[in-house]
């Protein structure tokens, strides 16, 4: 199983830095914060990215992310096609193979069927986009109650729905705890559809208390994830895992020693292999 580094867990370094970090760490993949891509390409290229990335040995999978991509307004919309254009544009010539697109809110007074089917229509749309540049789209629920697609099991309908071999999704096992996801979601889910699994702990709180901010490195909290590893395991799914973590505590530490310590913490939790970068379950 491959390891990534997510940029949200060391928000306040640069692209740059985020990448010599994991490379120093031993990682094998990472995945691009939006908008430090969008700091980074100010004064290079695209192909000065791919360039960085290949000298420090390291593969490009996703770029985070797209927020609210459904129910918004005509003009709002647009502007989420120009971004889903934007990054995939650019996921494509660095030869990064996902984007992550996330739900957005909860409208009022909107069944569950609704929001499947205003969900498909715009991963089908969004979809056929970046399957221009040759890149599929990781669809995110968030276990918060404000979110239109709060479990693992609404979320694997909509993209069963959706149909696009281009369309999969997220688990982060931060909103499949917060969001009250089943076990029995994973066990039918088609192993080709988690394009990124996202992971992290957190502190023991309520769940409607808990926030991003209350994630920890994995092994230090609550939540599931040798439970996570196992229902994995019966699918036979092993194709990657990052590191997300939104703690400000860590942001403010250095970059190198979190991608380290997110990195020990992951392969002890999952009980990889020790260190061997790609090692297995």
């Known amino acids: 199983m491959k390891i990534a580094l997510n940029g949200a867990t060391t928000m306040r370094a640069n692209l740059e830095t985020d990448i010599k970090a994991a490379a120093s760490a031993g990682y094998d993949l990472i995945e691009i914060w939006a908008s430090k891509l969008r700091t980074y390409l100010e004064t290079n290229t695209p192909d000065d990215l791919a360039a960085l990335l290949k000298e420090n040995r390291l593969e490009p999978y996703s ?24 990054l995939s544009s ?4 660095i030869g990064c193979p996902y984007v992550v697109v996330v739900p957005g809110r909860l409208p009022e007074g909107l069944s569950e069927e609704e929001i499947v089917e205003g969900s498909v229509v715009v991963l089908h749309e969004l979809g056929a986009i970046a399957d221009k540049h040759g890149v599929s789209l990781a669809f995110e629920f968030l276990g918060q109650t404000d979110c239109s697609v709060q479990t693992l099991d609404l979320c694997k309908e909509i993209v069963e729905r959706t149909d696009r071999k281009n369309i999969g999704l ?47 490195y994995p092994g230090e909290g609550i939540l599931p994830l040798k439970e996570i590893k196992s229902h994995f395991d019966g699918i036979g799914y092993d194709r ?5 973590i939104f703690r400000p505590e860590y942001w403010d530490q250095d970059p190198f020693e979190v991608a ?19 090692g297995s379950w």
């Open 63 to 86: 770029i985070n992310s797209i927020e609210h991509v459904t129910f918004r307004t005509p003009e709002e919309y647009e502007g989420i096609k120009a971004e889903c254009e934007e």
């Open 90 to 93: 650019i996921a494509g010539a």
């Open 170 to 216: 997220v688990i982060d096992s931060f909103h499949f705890y917060a969001g009250n996801s089943s076990f029995g979601a994973i066990d039918s889910l088609d192993p080709e559809k988690l394009f990124i699994f996202h992971i992290n702990d957190a502190e023991d709180l309520p769940k409607e208390e808990l926030t991003d901010a209350q994630r920890l």
């Open 240 to 244: 990657m895992v990052s590191i997300e």
């Open 260 to 278: 380290v310590k997110a990195r020990r913490a992951t392969i002890d939790v999952l009980g990889l292999q020790s260190g061997a970068a790609g």
